[in-house]
């Protein structure tokens, strides 16, 4: 029989909204990207993408000044969109929950607040006072975020992986379900290379030479569990292909 040489090819639909694309610099300091990923998992509960990380650690290399940054990330489309109905008390509150995974004290609930409120300071110049007055159980926790937050963005350079808006609430997940214990760092670091990983399982293409249907069978039966997809056959028999596939 006819050799038959099948394109698979898995179709993402990516959002107006794709995160930086921009080749992440390893030439940053540890301690400048440390804060640009503390930046991003304070303020918005999840890894920084390459690019962004890449561009922030630059800033902060540069220049001790950190106010570009914290007007950035306070007034980013991101920051309003996912979180600006909320009152000032859950503005803080959910600070605390993306640091520590844990509520406020309500002393520092209404200190925050009433800073917040009186226009004092900004939700961004709070979120990084908090982070900065971390310690014990709680700089261990965020400590081990911004770790496993680095995992993730390196992950997603080292793949090419596309990480854009649809992945942002998994990306959050991820990084709540890590506290302060060692074991919840080692296996949040497992699950930011898993994860990563999945997401180029979805955008993979496969080509695929066999000596009949029999062989293509597998892949079939994989594909059909995919959402988006194209099947383009050539050189081959359309019958040999399942016809839900083909619509």
């Not at 600070?95 to 939700?123: I, V």
């Not at 709070?126 to 700089?139: M, P, V």
């Not at 854009?164 to 497992?190: C, F, K, M, Y």
């Amino acid at each position: 029989m006819m050799n038959t040489i099948i394109k698979i090819t898995l179709l993402i639909i990516l959002s107006n909204s794709t995160l930086y694309a921009s080749e992440y610099q390893r030439s940053a300091s540890q301690a400048s990207i440390d804060l640009a990923q503390q930046m991003f998992v304070v303020y918005y509960g999840r890894p920084a993408d390459p690019g962004g990380l890449s561009y922030w650690s630059g800033v902060f290399d540069s220049t001790n000044d950190l106010t570009q940054a914290l007007n950035a990330f306070g007034n980013s489309t991101e920051f309003t969109n996912s979180f600006g109905s909320l009152s000032n008390a859950e503005l803080i509150t959910n600070l605390y929950q993306q640091m520590y995974g844990r509520d406020p004290d309500s002393g520092g609930l209404a200190f925050y607040a009433d800073r917040l409120t009186s226009g004092e300071a900004t939700l961004a110049t709070i979120g990084k006072q908090i982070a900065d007055g971390s310690q014990g159980s709680d700089l261990s926790t965020i400590s081990n975020r911004i770790s496993v937050a680095n995992t993730f963005t390196a992950e997603v350079e080292l793949n090419g992986a596309t990480y854009n808006s649809s992945n942002i609430a998994d990306a959050q997940a991820l990084i709540a379900a890590v506290d302060d214990t060692a074991s919840s760092l080692t296996e949040g670091n497992n699950s930011a290379t898993s994860y990563v990983s999945s997401m180029n399982d979805d955008a993979a293409i496969f080509t695929l030479t066999s000596a009949g249907g029999s062989k293509a069978s597998a892949v079939y039966n994989w594909i059909e569990e995919k959402a988006g997809i194209i099947v383009n056959v050539f050189d081959g028999n359309k019958s040999e292909v399942p016809t839900s596939l083909w619509g």
